[in-house]
């Protein structure tokens, strides 16, 4: 089952029905939870699965803090110390090397730099890098599982 949830800067975490609703045009609210009181949420992506059950939001916000929510329940699990290279993190993505075990997140921050993260998050930031990998501002990247 494919879940679709947006973040804000409302500060609140939304989830859409994206099975039943009609059209390009309208998407149906299953829910929303409020995430931060004073930080704005940057980035969202799904939490890897590795020892749980249940599916499981990591967010990251501008005060450079990481939180893994579960939307299910709608409670944060863990909140830690985010990377602090170049700015507040704006994406991230999973990177999955075949044959490795372990599980790494490369995210990007709005002017120059993108970096690595080892998973699990746990805010050791002995397990964090960060790199200007551009002159200006990022606008996207892409995650190659081919090497």
Not at 5 to 25: A, Q
Not at 40 to 62: F, Q, V
Not at 70 to 79: F, K
Request: glycine share 8%.
């Amino acid at each position: 089952m494919h879940r679709l949830f947006s973040i804000g800067k409302d500060r609140r975490l939304f989830e859409y029905d994206v099975y039943n609703s009609v059209g390009h045009d309208k998407l149906i609210v299953l829910g929303h939870f409020s995430i931060e009181q004073e930080a704005l949420p940057t980035a969202c992506i799904w939490y890897p699965k590795r020892d749980s059950k249940e599916g499981l939001i990591l967010t990251a916000n501008n005060e450079y803090k990481m939180k893994v929510w579960n939307p299910s329940a709608q409670s944060s699990r863990t909140t830690c110390l985010g990377p602090t290279y170049g700015g507040e993190i704006t994406k991230m993505k999973q990177l999955a090397i075949p044959g490795l075990d372990e599980k790494y997140l490369v995210y990007q921050t709005a002017v120059k730099v993108m970096g690595l993260i080892k998973m699990p998050i746990d805010g050791n930031p002995n397990k964090t890098m960060g790199l200007i990998a551009h002159p200006n501002k990022i606008a996207d990247f892409c995650v190659s599982k081919n090497g």
